[in-house]
């Protein structure tokens, strides 16, 4: 079997690649340079019409959506135990990931990219405002289902992948999260996983790369 992700710094592509990494799985990575107008080129295009990633390629055939990939990673790699054994709390483990896909994710992408929600002049700081007022809700619940706990279930399993990035790109955006004391104890213990510290070395990499190459 052959495996290629297709990564682009700050994403969450960096989801699969530290669950991928988690599980041992034997895979190349093509990075891609998302600020250039790389996701819309015919080539990337042929593998994800949606000019998005993650994009995992599994002998040759495209999987998209982290959800998926998540579940296909964790079906293909059962003894890493991304996802718990319990049927009840295996569901539990994907609804927790489709609240960040579907929720926590669409909430943080105006803090980068508030022209899309709304073209009328100046309005960028109302729609970020708008949009952190419900991020920070959307913590709140984390922060309480975090509470007394190193993950979100009894061992470190893909959702703990999904949300290191969610906080991480919450962060990045230079928002105040300090009253998230457990998502925060989270983020320093996920940053301490060998696979979270491959993906951020990698990344680093990467962006020096494009900014040389720019």
């Keep these: 079997m052959t495996l290629t992700l297709y990564y682009a710094p700050l994403t969450c592509a960096l989801v699969p690649y530290v669950t991928l990494t988690e599980a041992g799985a ?4 093509q990075n891609v340079n998302s600020r250039s107008g790389q996701l819309k080129t015919p080539e ?3 593998l994800n019409p949606k000019h998005k990633v993650p994009v995992l390629l599994i002998d040759g055939e495209p999987l998209t959506e982290n959800i ?10 059962p003894h890493a135990r991304l996802l718990p054994e319990d049927p009840r709390l295996e569901i539990k483990a994907i609804s927790l990931m489709a609240w960040f896909a579907s929720t926590i994710h669409p ?6 990219r508030p022209e899309n929600y709304c073209d009328l002049p100046g309005s960028g700081d109302s729609v970020k405002r708008v949009a952190n007022k419900m ?4 913590l709140a619940i984390a922060d309480g289902l975090l509470a007394g ?3 979100f279930f009894d061992h470190f399993t893909a959702p703990d992948a999904y949300f290191f990035w969610c906080f991480r790109r919450a962060l990045s955006f230079g928002l105040d999260l300090s009253r998230f004391t ?3 104890a989270h983020f320093e213990h996920m940053q301490q996983r060998p696979s979270v510290k491959k993906v951020l070395a990698h990344e680093k990499q990467v962006q020096d790369a494009f900014a040389r190459a720019a």
């Excluded at 991020?135 to 959307?138: A, G, R, S, T």
């Design 26 to 29: 034997d895979f190349d990575v």
């Design 44 to 46: 990337f295009l042929a």
């Design 68 to 77: 998926a990939i998540q579940i296909w990673i964790a079906r293909q790699f």
């Design 107 to 112: 909430h943080l992408t105006p803090n980068a």
């Design 135 to 138: 991020l920070f809700e959307d």
């Design 149 to 151: 706990r190193e993950f």
């Design 182 to 184: 457990n998502c925060a």
